[in-house]
DNA sequence: CACTAAATGTAATGTTATTACATAATATAT
DNA sequence: ATATATTATGTAATAACATTACATTTAGTG
């Protein structure tokens, strides 16, 4: 929180209590989280909430990168451990749906490297890999 | 489409007029199509159809790996080039939408190596990556 | 032919996300 | 301080994406 307070005035981004209350509730989540979860999670806070409210909070919040977006999900999760406008690998669960964030610029560099050949430029984020954690095998 | 119907013969699927109908719209394309337009496109061939009739022909032959999902555009690609239960990369333009779809062996090894670590098991499926294309730069 | 399993038809509904416009709060300039 | 512009939020409706449930048809099997 005081990391995303540093960001948000260096930026000059205003961290207000709405965007704040959005943020500390995907905070108190280790996985990602729906928008309607986290809405119905945002109601007991703020009855006016509608889904405008929380995605255009999210938007706010994955500009800054203090959020990701994880598209196998269609859900977000707070960034964790990592700087903003890093470049890791979220693995995700197929079948508990549990998600790890790490850093690795090997596979950054490897990416990066393998688009650039086609003029292609990646860019900032995560990258999705699909898979099965060690809980969900045998 | 004769790649199609070997694997289908092989596998003991059944690929209905149905499903090849699909499938071919979706070669026509050379992007990911959503589903919805993929109805409209059907309609014209098959008054009848309904959302439920294209997803389930997707189902199949995304069970097949002869089409994919992409996540980041809610979309669906027949796959080119490749051997099915392959991982590849999918470069995808955040401004145009446009794709490209490419093998790459060290990519997947060293995503596989670092999922390892973890004790995750990466699964198949082309891992998607968000860029800029050639083309939308300058 | 009778039976079964697989595929498709049909309708309704669930889930995720955006648009449009009104109101309120905040910053900037005079 | 007041007027003005900008940014943020409220409110309602709708769009876009996907699934469920059950009826009917079609294709395979004995
Ligand atoms: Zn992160
Ligand atoms: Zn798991
Ligand atoms: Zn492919
Ligand atoms: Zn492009």
Same sequence: chains 1, 2.
Avoid at 3 to 30: F, I, K, M, S
Wanted: net charge negative.
């Amino acid at each position: 929180m005081r990391q995303a307070e540093e960001l948000c005035e260096d930026q000059g981004a205003a961290l207000t209590p709405l965007r704040r209350d959005v943020y500390e509730l995907l905070l108190r989540h280790d996985r990602p989280v729906g928008a309607y979860e986290l809405l119905d999670e945002l109601k007991s806070l703020r009855p006016k909430a509608a889904p405008v409210t929380v995605y255009r909070a999210l938007d706010f919040l994955l500009d800054l990168g203090l959020v990701h977006r994880v598209n196998a999900l269609n859900a977000f999760s707070a960034c964790r451990g990592h700087e903003t406008d890093h470049r890791g690998l979220v693995l995700i669960c197929r079948s508990c749906k549990a998600t790890v964030e790490l850093e690795d610029r090997k596979v950054d560099n490897t990416i990066r490297r393998s688009a650039a050949e086609l003029g292609f430029e990646t860019g900032d984020g995560p990258v999705e890999v699909l898979g099965t954690c060690a809980g969900c095998r045998g």
